[in-house]
């Protein structure tokens, strides 16, 4: 388990009018990334951050740690992040299935392998929490919960008393996650928001092979 050690980090204020990016789950999809970030330059996007789990599935792990570490865009580790920086004996992805554990080994034994020492190490580095304040909003950027790196937050398990207990514990108005790469988005209470920003690696699950991304105008 793999608290994120949230209270630890300063948050970095940024201007109220900012249009922020937030996007995780690249899971190796170096072509994914790239797109995002043409498309965010377009959106007039003024700051992106990432919320983990760089590699896994896709061939190329070292593209992606390549292309997020020549922007500098900040990133929350993930557990894949963890488990690669660590040289831990599997991603911690918490899966409870035997085939799906199975399919994981082999992804993140070839994401192992195939991942150089240097680009390791820059993983093992990575903050397990990142927070940010707009205007009078508080917000706090994980992989899975605050409290736990591969905690899964489905839409449907999860109780707006449980995200509320987050919002108190750790002293929140936004929490983003992301993780489970299912987009979902919650205003529990005027002003408190639980946003799972998906995954821009892999299908969400819907049969389809395409990726999405969401992009919403602010207020
Ligand atoms: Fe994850």
């Given at each position: 388990m793999h608290a994120a050690n949230s209270n630890s980090s300063k948050p970095q204020p940024l201007n109220s009018w900012q249009r922020i990016g937030l996007f995780g789950?690249?899971?190796?999809n170096y072509l994914a990334l790239e797109a995002l970030l043409d498309d965010a330059k377009r959106r007039g996007v003024q700051s992106l951050y990432c919320l983990g789990d760089?590699?896994?599935?896709?061939?190329?792990p070292n593209r992606v740690c390549q292309i997020l570490r020549e922007t500098r865009i900040p990133i929350v580790q993930g557990n894949y992040d963890n488990s690669i920086g660590n040289g831990?004996?599997?991603?911690?992805?918490?899966?409870?299935?035997a085939r799906d554990n199975y399919f994981a080994k082999l992804s993140y034994d070839y994401t192992f392998r195939h991942t150089s020492s240097d680009n390791k190490a820059w993983l093992q580095k990575l903050s397990p929490a990142i927070r940010i304040e707009i205007g009078r909003y508080r917000i706090l950027l994980c992989h899975g919960s605050p409290r736990k790196m591969s905690e899964f937050l489905w839409e449907t398990t999860t109780s707006d008393a449980f995200l509320n207990w987050l919002f108190q514990k750790y002293d929140a108005d936004i929490i983003v996650g992301t993780h489970t790469g299912l987009h979902w988005h919650r205003e529990?209470?005027?002003?408190k928001h639980f946003i799972n920003?998906?995954?821009?690696?892999?299908?969400?699950?819907?049969?389809?092979t395409t990726v999405v991304y969401r992009h919403r105008a602010g207020t």
């Open positions: 789950g690249v899971y190796s760089l590699g896994a599935f896709g061939p190329f831990l004996a599997d991603c911690q992805c918490g899966y409870t299935d529990i209470a005027p002003g920003c998906g995954a821009i690696g892999r299908p969400p699950n819907d049969g389809q």
